[in-house]
């Protein structure tokens, strides 16, 4: 594509074969691959692992030795790649759709109209409009501006936003916090400034994630053991137990093979593709892989009134006069006359210009001041009628006027009240409230969502905390947040401008109450720094430009999908199906992805556990390892693979907490030092004093015990004990008895259950190193086994 230096545009913007000729000279924004790794690298990454590369040379080694049926285990490899390739494309193109849907569709002049395209539709010199809340999607320069303001701190890290005039420069992946304006397409595509860091991203990653870091710190363990222990064990089969080169290297197989936990990273992998894949179909967009882990363990929830407990649009119902102010109708022409002035209407003035109607004829402007959250008010100055001004009763009245008691006691309903004032002064010069007189009320109904409710109540029972921060009045939002359940009314609602400064007194009155108001986009930041600063896991949700700062450096960000450009850019997660109760599914969803791999871990690091401390045992006594490779395999088959794969995908609705690697080595450690205890034992017993059993029966006895012991493990790891997860045990119970006693299933597997001796031995071991189990884990580690609630009252993913 070719960027070279656009000409002039005319205001009428490009026509439809100048659109047509830069298309076709690949002048157009072509917009970088969506969702961070390509199918290639999908492939790539899922068979070029640590993992696949360990178990392929063992594989190997089995292949020198002839015994074919032995590397059994090499299927992992190919389970392995299929199933973590097929999950995470599945996840990429979900993301890659979604992304589509939420994407924003600016609007560019063209033939003299202006109308809304897909952003690689643009083309270099398009002029596009914006307005608040409004990103800039490629680089430009202004061309026409009305007191237009930029928020570039997603470029800079400036958190003050920049004023721009016409012929200045705009880059791309900033937004309009306040005014409209044009601009002129300078660099599109590749070139455009937001195009060149996303290229640098990559959204499906698991960066700055506990969970993959505890997964990390557990497989580096992992190698640095398997390789002296690998190395011990062929040294002593070779030189102290003087085994065959062939058995030697199927005994280190053997010995190896069960301490690669082959299947954590899949199940990871697979547990947090099909989060994505079910949040999907529920409209989430996952913007980072990571909000799901991080939602998993949010402690306190910051919404903001409008867009989130009430839906997007509102209704004015009524305009209400001053006492000996100017009447009803008086009004209603002024605020007609104020509303025209502006271009871009936000959601408020375009229900009070549908009540009002158009002006009959236009009065000439001076001046214009668009609303602000900063400042909460939007004016205009005529030539010939003085200045107008729309905004909040607080900002624009004395505490003891009037029309602000009366403004007051509606908004205590719920209803959302805004003062029309007027004043000689102009609305540029710095001191126009000082000299105001408030003439008249507007009154707005807003509609609470129907499911804010229901979704407040969730969280209540989750124990999650809810703070609502708004920039509305303080008694307005109280009013709101009572009638869906939040705790405290009118009464108890906190106005924003009396909060202290310092950190630590705002997160001591944040730990109080739950209801805010008159909140800027400021003290939303602070507000959520200080949540974080006591030690709270923050999720803030909003539509707004006001709420991007706080959406930026919450926890999570989850933005509405009717939202802002700019709001939906900021946040992890956006909501495009604009359902508040979607937050609760998508907490869930995170619930069940964290809660579940923390389940599978303790399952495959209890495997690694047994085998290092049975290969360990084996060696300091110089005995023949009691295994061949293929027992191993079928060991983890019914104990860890299908149980870990079914319980990676299961309900689950604990709130993750952090420590995860400490807690899976809890709960891993005693199941695993055990088994390994308990199967040298039954295996010294029976090669040392059971001279009837033959070497395959003794290593069927072992092999018994380790199966046994774990399936008591799967047991204990599954718990709240359901009917589908004692069927899950059972159906492994029932195929382990199904392989030893059929006679051809047996031969395959070299197992042998003819002896009695070595079945009463393992048995009896097999029963007491479940009872020492149970000792360990209800007297000292009691909370590493702490029940797991059942779902409830939690939509499903």
């Avoid at 299927?75 to 849907?101: H, M, P, W, Y």
């Avoid at 701190?153 to 920049?162: C, I, K, N, Q, Y």
């Avoid at 003891?400 to 102009?426: C, F, H, N, S, Y």
């Avoid at 009695?756 to 190193?769: D, E, F, N, Q, S």
Wanted: proline share 5%; aromatic share 4%; net charge negative.
């Amino acid at each position: 594509m070719t960027n070279r230096a656009a000409p002039v545009t005319p205001a009428g913007g490009l026509t439809s074969a100048e659109v047509a000729e830069r298309t076709a000279a690949g002048q157009t924004n072509t917009q970088p691959p969506p969702a961070g790794r390509t199918v290639s690298q999908i492939v790539r990454d899922n068979v070029f692992t640590r993992i696949n590369a360990i178990l392929a040379v063992l594989f190997g080694l089995v292949l020198i030795t002839g015994q074919l049926k032995q590397g059994l285990f090499a299927l992992l490899i190919i389970a392995n790649s299929v199933v973590g390739i097929v999950q995470e494309v599945r996840a990429k193109r979900t993301l890659d759709r979604l992304s589509v849907i939420g994407a924003a569709h600016p609007t560019v002049r063209r033939d003299g109209r202006s109308t809304q395209i897909a952003q690689d539709q643009i083309v270099l010199g398009d002029l596009i409009e914006v307005g608040s809340g409004d990103q800039i999607v490629v680089d430009g320069e202004v061309v026409e501006q009305n007191h237009l303001v930029l928020d570039e701190s997603l470029l800079t890290g400036e958190a003050d936003p920049v004023a721009k005039t016409v012929g200045e420069q705009v880059l791309s992946g900033s937004h309009v916090t306040v005014g409209s304006g044009v601009y002129r397409a300078t660099k599109v595509g590749a070139d455009a400034y937001a195009a060149q860091l996303t290229a640098e991203a990559s959204r499906f990653t698991l960066v700055d994630s506990e969970l993959r870091r505890g997964i990390d710190t557990i497989l580096k363990y992992v190698t640095w053991i398997i390789i002296p222990v690998g190395i011990m064990t062929i040294w002593i089969q070779l030189r102290e137990v003087r085994a065959s080169g062939r058995d030697a290297l199927l005994g280190m197989v053997a010995a190896l093979v069960p301490m690669i936990p082959e299947g954590l990273v899949l199940m990871t992998s697979v547990a947090f593709a099909v989060g994505v894949i079910r949040l999907g179909k529920r409209q989430c967009l996952v913007q980072e892989l990571p909000a799901i882990e991080t939602l998993a363990r949010v402690d306190t929830v910051c919404v903001d009134k409008t867009g989130t407990l009430t839906e997007g649009g509102m209704t004015a119902t009524e305009v209400k006069s001053a006492p000996g102010g100017p009447d009803e109708g008086a009004i209603r022409d002024r605020l007609a006359q104020l509303l025209a002035t502006d271009p871009h209407p936000n959601d408020t003035n375009q229900a009070i210009a549908d009540l009002v109607g158009p002006p009959e004829h236009r009065w000439e402007v001076s001046a214009t001041a668009p609303f602000s959250s900063a400042t909460k008010w939007s004016g205009a100055t005529f030539a010939e009628h003085g200045s107008i001004l729309l905004g909040a009763p607080d900002v624009l009245a004395e505490a003891k006027d009037p029309l602000r008691l009366t403004a007051q006691e509606i908004g205590a309903q719920g209803l959302r009240v805004l003062m029309v004032a007027e004043t000689d002064q102009g609305v540029d010069d710095p001191d126009v409230l000082a000299a105001i007189h408030p003439i008249g009320l507007v009154v707005l109904r807003q509609r609470l969502r129907p499911d804010a409710s229901e979704t407040i109540a969730y969280f209540t029972r989750e124990g999650v905390d809810v703070r609502v921060i708004s920039g509305d009045n303080a008694a307005s939002v109280g009013a709101v947040a009572a009638s869906v359940g939040v705790a405290g009314g009118p009464d108890q609602a906190i106005d924003a401008r009396s909060l202290p400064d310092d950190p630590d007194e705002l997160a001591a009155i944040l730990d109080r109450h739950a209801v805010y108001g008159r909140v800027t986009p400021q003290q939303k930041r602070e507000m959520v720094d200080a949540l974080q600063r006591s030690g709270r896991i923050v999720a803030m949700t909003g539509d707004g430009v006001n709420d991007v700062l706080a959406l930026k450096d919450a926890d999570i960000g989850v933005a509405m999908g009717s939202g802002s450009d700019a709001s939906r850019s900021a946040a992890q997660i956006v909501l495009l199906d604009n359902r508040f109760s979607s937050l609760p599914a998508a907490v869930a969803e995170g619930r069940r992805v964290i809660g579940n791999i923390e389940r599978v871990a303790t399952l495959f690091l209890t495997k690694t556990t047994y085998s290092v401390v049975l290969a360990l045992l084996v060696g300091l006594f110089a005995m023949p390892f009691p295994f061949v490779p293929i027992h191993v395999t079928i060991t983890a088959w019914f104990t860890i693979g299908i149980p870990a794969f079914i319980l990676s995908l299961a309900p689950n609705q604990e709130r993750a907490r952090s420590g995860f690697t400490r807690r899976v080595i809890q709960r891993s450690a005693p199941g695993g030092v055990v088994i390994g205890l308990a199967a040298f034992l039954t295996y010294r017993l029976l090669y040392r004093h059971d001279a009837s059993s033959t070497p395959e029966q003794i290593s069927t006895a072992v092999l018994i015990v380790v199966i046994v012991i774990a399936l008591w493990v799967l047991l204990r790891v599954t718990r709240p004990d359901t009917a589908w997860k004692h069927a899950l045990i059972g159906a492994s119970a029932a195929a382990y008895v199904v392989m030893f006693t059929v006679p051809p299933l047996a031969r395959f597997f070299s197992l042998d259950v003819k002896s009695p001796i070595a079945l009463g031995v393992a048995a009896g071991i097999a029963g007491l190193g479940i009872v020492l189990c149970e000792i360990i884990w209800r007297r000292w580690l009691p909370e590493a086994f702490e029940p797991l609630r059942d779902p409830e009252g939690v939509p499903s993913a």
